[in-house]
């Protein structure tokens, strides 16, 4: 079902009178990482930052970014479904693949977006409501390189004194990514209307678009 600009302004409005735009973190533009990877062509990410559909939906509006898919990471492939990792006992992270060109994107600039307004950082286990392990934030690397750039970032982070509370986020090796289930995948855009998704994640889009305008793509 296709809404009007109307109905966003409304659910944005609704968000806001509930307050949820005071579960972003306290300062969404940050300075970039001191290091970033060179451009070379398609490369991939993966970032777990709570619940997958709020994550997976930020990143589809930074220009640049190919594709971005929900999914899990950080357990085994046996225990790769909503049903189990809502456990909060498989290892999984609810996480979300981004794919980009980084001649347009870069990875830096992906991980400044992921500690602005995709998620608050220094929340341990955790994120707004949804509470486990599964929620974690975390960065799965996939090169020893990655890991360089967001190891530095967080400690450039916490160096600046811009958060109130040390960076939680942590560092994982990447051993695979498990697509989830087909009824997760680009639940904003087929859910707007969605009561969570008016609450904890609209805003997060309108974040984006407020701080960091030059990235967005419709």
């Not at 220009?63 to 498989?90: D, F, H, K, L």
């Not at 904003?188 to 701080?211: C, E, G, Q, T």
Request: charged fraction near 15%; glycine fraction near 8%; charge should be negative.
């Amino acid at each position: 079902m296709m809404h009007s600009p109307s109905f966003f302004a409304s659910a944005m409005a609704f968000a806001a009178s509930l307050g949820c735009f005071g579960e972003a973190p306290a300062t969404p533009t940050l300075p970039p990482p001191d290091r970033d990877l060179p451009p070379s062509g398609t490369q991939t990410a993966v970032f777990a930052g709570g619940c997958f559909w709020g994550v997976e939906a930020v990143f589809r509006h930074v220009r640049g970014v190919e594709r971005a898919i929900s999914g899990y990471a950080g357990g085994e492939a046996a225990t790769a479904t909503y049903q189990q990792v809502c456990t909060g006992r498989t290892g999984h992270a609810e996480a979300v693949e981004v794919t980009f060109d980084s001649s347009v994107v870069s990875f830096g600039t992906l991980l400044r977006i992921f500690f602005s307004v995709v998620h608050d950082p220094t929340q341990k286990d955790r994120q707004g409501p949804d509470i486990g392990p599964q929620y974690r934030s975390a960065v799965f690397v996939s090169s020893e390189q990655q890991e360089e750039v967001v190891r530095g970032y967080i400690q450039k982070l916490n160096a600046t004194g811009l958060f109130p509370s040390p960076v939680a986020t942590v560092i994982e090796p990447l051993r695979a990514f498990y697509p989830a289930e087909p009824y997760h995948q680009n639940f904003l855009d087929r859910n707007p209307a969605h009561p969570y998704i008016v609450i904890h994640d609209l805003p997060k889009i309108a974040a984006l678009k407020k701080h960091y305008p030059d990235l967005v793509q419709v």
